[in-house]
């Protein structure tokens, strides 16, 4: 019986195969970064909105659940704020604070109480956090306390 013996060749990559994978790498390494920069703001500022809505919510659960009113704090110049007796939690840097309250004119934020009460209600307001072109409203309720999010901001805020 006869055996046959394969001789496979392997082949590997040319040297310029090499070189234009690695030019390509070195453009791509030089034009994304500015790219992905240019979105960052907005993105920070959509984290800080939601994290804010979260807190907030956090703030309303926990006045009904433990039967107490819980004082939200707001404070700019950096704009901040804190849940009850917590600490301040910084908002992106640039990040501009703006509050309306019910009806009331708009203000820049130097200091302000949210407050939520056992039965789920609060003071009510309306944030609105600006950074560049970047624009995101909250809203509380009063009567129930709902808190929401909005990117679409009107331009009477």
Same mark, same amino acid.
């Given at each position: 019986?006869?055996?046959?013996?394969?001789?496979?060749?392997?082949?590997? &990559?040319? =040297? #310029?195969?090499?070189?234009?994978? /690695?030019? @390509?790498?070195? +453009?791509?390494?030089?034009?994304?970064?500015?790219?992905?920069?240019?979105?960052?703001?907005?993105?920070?500022?959509?984290?800080?909105?939601?994290?804010?809505?979260?807190?907030?919510?956090?703030?309303?659960?926990?006045?009904?659940?433990?039967?107490?009113?819980?004082?939200?704090?707001?404070?700019?110049?950096?704009?901040?704020?804190?849940?009850?007796?917590?600490? &301040?939690? =910084? #908002?992106?840097?640039?990040?501009? /604070?703006? @509050?309306?309250? +019910?009806?009331?004119?708009?203000?820049?934020?130097?200091?302000?109480?949210?407050?939520?009460?056992?039965?789920?209600?609060?003071?009510?307001?309306?944030?609105?956090?600006?950074?560049?072109?970047?624009?995101?409203?909250?809203?509380?309720?009063?009567?129930?306390?709902?808190?929401?999010?909005?990117?679409?901001?009107?331009?009477?805020?």
């Amino acid at each position: 019986m006869m055996r046959r013996i394969q001789i496979v060749i392997l082949r590997g &990559f040319t =040297l #310029l195969e090499l070189l234009v994978v /690695l030019a @390509i790498a070195g +453009l791509l390494l030089t034009v994304v970064p500015p790219m992905i920069s240019a979105v960052l703001p907005g993105t920070e500022l959509k984290t800080a909105a939601r994290e804010l809505a979260l807190s907030l919510r956090q703030a309303r659960l926990d006045a009904i659940s433990h039967g107490t009113i819980v004082d939200v704090k707001f404070a700019g110049n950096p704009a901040r704020y804190a849940i009850g007796d917590s600490p &301040f939690e =910084l #908002l992106p840097d640039e990040t501009e /604070l703006r @509050i309306r309250h +019910l009806g009331d004119a708009e203000l820049l934020v130097e200091s302000y109480r949210l407050r939520f009460s056992p039965d789920g209600s609060s003071s009510g307001t309306s944030l609105l956090l600006s950074r560049d072109k970047y624009h995101y409203a909250l809203s509380v309720g009063w009567l129930m306390g709902r808190v929401t999010v909005n990117s679409e901001v009107s331009s009477d805020f």
